[in-house]
């Protein structure tokens, strides 16, 4: 499968080194957040309090999108979401003081999932399904998931520079920290630019509607609210989190568990050109359930591994299958609303993941504190398959117009 299909525009192409950059940004920063908040002298529950004020905000900023996009435009919000992340790095280079950092995580565009949560996603979505027809539009999703896991991969890797840095210059792991997140700085201010590129005209393309959402609004809330458990459940378990666990649990070194998570954004990746090729032989919705719910099984089985051997086996199994319903779903959100519709429906069904997964984290973070077993692994685990099962049943019969044409033929 190509990355870019035959036909993509120039503004695609912009769209997925964008998503490249922010995915390198994100690999290292969610495995180096909570090794930075404890090196600055606090515990694991203001770990979890920061996660969950960066989800939260982004759940606030997402708001914006969803009911400003169509008047605005989305090419000026991208502009102002890379000038954001600018300032997020700055901030979290320079203060050092826990509320002041919870405000700055806030406002500000810090990830610590590599899972893209950001205020980024929807409008890149929306102008992703633009680009590509509805035979393409799956490929052309899969493709923006495949650049950003892999290069969150890479950027998992970079999480060991700091130990580099700190044998190489003879730097404290303070100082060898902080100069990643000037590294973030720089990468979002490349996406600045990159963005600038854009042409003005993206904003005045499309007639713009007059509501964010017209006939497909009960459809989006009620995705929507499915992909809030679901996040819910994710949230319980953000990189950052799980990576702490595996520091406790198992001991790991950075340099180790920087290894873990590449080889994880490996399968992961692997995993969005098989999602492309088999939902076009079994449907989105059904790519989504039956490739998610043993993934959601490996992640209970996960809190019960006797050792790091298996640990990490299951994590490696997870990542290959968790993953394959992120270019299915973002691709059949767009294809079962009208075309007006699709920055608002993007905005609005990664509202409530946004604001789900927000809270989950702190959460996470009590119950990794309050005992050595990982409950969050058992409890996200039982909440994701939930919604699966939610998902097959409300949404197998409502296919996307490809799958509906494609049945016709086979009549």
Request: aromatic letters at 10%; a positive charge; charged letters at 10%.
């Amino acid at each position: 499968m190509r990355l870019l299909p035959q036909g993509t525009t120039p503004e695609t192409r912009i769209l997925y080194a964008g998503r490249g950059l922010r995915a390198f940004a994100d690999g290292f920063v969610s495995l180096l957040l909570p090794i930075y908040i404890t090196a600055l002298g606090f515990d694991v529950v203001a770990v979890g309090l920061i996660s969950a004020s960066t989800m939260l905000g982004s759940a606030a900023l997402t708001i914006g999108v969803g009911f400003t996009a169509h008047r605005y435009g989305r090419r000026i919000l991208l502009v102002g979401s890379a000038l954001l992340m600018i300032a997020t790095g700055i901030g979290f280079l320079l203060v050092h003081e826990l509320w002041p950092l919870v405000v700055i995580a806030f406002i500000g565009t810090i990830n610590p999932s590599p899972a893209d949560v950001s205020v980024f996603y929807p409008l890149e979505q929306s102008l992703l399904a633009e680009s590509a027809s509805a035979e393409s539009r799956t490929a052309t999703f899969a493709g923006y998931a495949l650049i950003g896991s892999l290069v969150a991969a890479l950027g998992a890797l970079a999480a060991g520079l700091p130990s580099l840095l700190q044998t190489s210059l003879h730097l404290d792991l303070l100082l060898a920290l902080q100069s990643m997140f000037a590294l973030y700085t720089v990468l979002g201010l490349v996406t600045y630019y990159l963005y600038r590129r854009l042409p003005p005209s993206l904003d005045n393309r499309d007639q713009r509607p007059s509501a964010a959402l017209g006939p497909s609004k009960r459809i989006v809330f009620t995705l929507a609210a499915l992909f809030s458990l679901d996040s819910f459940g994710g949230g319980l378990i953000v990189q950052s989190l799980l990576a702490l666990w595996l520091f406790q649990r198992f001991g790991l070194s950075l340099e180790t568990a920087g290894a873990i998570f590449f080889w994880s954004g490996v399968c992961t990746a692997a995993s969005y050109i098989v999602a492309a090729k088999v939902s076009r032989k079994i449907g989105l919705v059904n790519t989504m359930v039956f490739s998610h719910l043993p993934a959601n099984l490996c992640m209970i089985a996960l809190a019960f591994a006797p050792n790091l051997t298996i640990a990490v086996v299951l994590l490696l199994i997870r990542a290959a299958l968790s993953q394959m319903d992120v270019p299915t779903r973002g691709s059949y959100v767009m294809a079962v609303v009208t075309p007006p519709e699709r920055a608002a429906a993007a905005s609005i069904t990664a509202l409530p993941r946004s604001l789900a997964s927000s809270l989950a984290p702190l959460l996470g973070g009590w119950l990794f504190a309050l005992s050595p077993f990982a409950w969050p692994l058992v409890i996200a685990g039982a909440l994701k398959a939930i919604y699966d099962i939610l998902l097959l049943i409300l949404f197998q019969s409502h296919k996307p117009p490809e799958e509906e044409g494609a049945a016709v033929k086979a009549s």
